[in-house]
């Protein structure tokens, strides 16, 4: 599988951006995808993560409430609708897919797509 994230861009503190992931191969209904990020200095996070049907979906604390993933499995997409951005939001996006349902960390993931900036000014 290969990913694409895009969408990426600068917005001022309690906007909104949309980030996209395209994914290429047949077995993209096969993986759990995930949202992580990394901000400068520091290590890359866990942000959103769904199941490869859609039915579950579960959120880093920081952006519950805030973040919404989705998935579109005819189109081989995922989408991470962002609303009431923080400037701690600012960071380095990157979409992921594991074959693990249960598993979160970035050394559990299978594939990686190039990162898409998200800047957020106060």
């Known amino acids: 599988v290969q990913l694409q994230a895009s969408g990426g861009g600068s917005v001022q503190a309690g906007g909104s951006l949309r980030l996209s992931c395209a994914a290429s191969g047949r077995t993209f209904s096969s993986y759990h995808m995930r949202w992580f990020r990394q901000a400068p200095g520091k290590e890359r996070e866990f942000v959103a993560g769904?199941?490869?049907?859609?039915?579950?979906?579960n959120y880093a604390t920081s952006v519950k409430g805030r973040f919404t993933i989705s998935r579109d499995n005819a189109e081989n997409t995922v989408h991470l609708q962002m609303n009431s951005l923080k400037p701690e939001d600012t960071a380095v996006y990157y979409c992921a897919a594991t074959r693990y349902y249960n598993d979160y960390t970035a050394n559990g993931m299978d594939y990686w797509g190039k990162g898409t900036l998200v800047t957020v000014s106060s």
């Open positions: 769904i199941n490869w049907s859609g039915g579950y979906t």
